[in-house]
């Protein structure tokens, strides 16, 4: 979706949606389990997925134990999002999301710096808010660096 021509409905709801991943993403940051859980559906069928091979959750209980330990333990961290698209269905109740995110990861307790995670999603409008009923975030893959040996034989 553009963000230019757009009504003033779906400039309203482009801007709330913007709001709740703002949102997410500065609980994050801070710590702020509160402000996380209020960005999601706590539905038994929202789906997560992150970044390492076991990190698939499949309803809210799950995921937000699992986060709220992750979360509450990586205080302190930046996170920059960019380059956020946003699309509203045409019934105006679902709307769908992509971006880039640049923060610190932690993974099986190492942390590093890493640019253009991609974060995807879909939300719900429920009662007035926007809330994430399905996300996942994945790593962008680097070829690793062949070492002198195999460069030789290129």
């Not at 959750?57 to 999002?81: C, H, L, V």
């Not at 190492?110 to 974060?119: D, Q, V, Y």
Request: proline share 2%; glycine share 4%.
């Amino acid at each position: 979706m553009k963000t230019t021509n757009l009504s003033q409905a779906d400039s309203l709801i482009v801007t709330q949606v913007k709001e709740v991943l703002h949102k997410l993403l500065r609980s994050q940051e801070n710590g702020n389990i509160t402000d996380f859980a209020e960005c999601f559906a706590h539905d038994d069928d929202l789906v997560n997925i992150g970044t390492d091979l076991d990190e698939v959750w499949y309803d809210w209980p799950t995921f937000f134990s699992w986060m709220k330990e992750a979360i509450t333990n990586r205080q302190g961290y930046t996170i920059t999002e960019k380059d956020t698209r946003i699309v509203i269905s045409n019934d105006k109740h679902v709307a769908w999301y992509s971006q880039l995110i640049d923060t610190c990861l932690e993974t099986k307790g190492e942390i590093t710096r890493l640019e253009g995670f991609r974060h995807t999603g879909v939300l719900e409008q429920r009662h007035g808010q926007w809330v994430i009923v399905q996300s996942h975030v994945s790593i962008p893959y680097t070829e690793p660096e062949a070492d002198e040996e195999e460069q030789e034989i290129l």
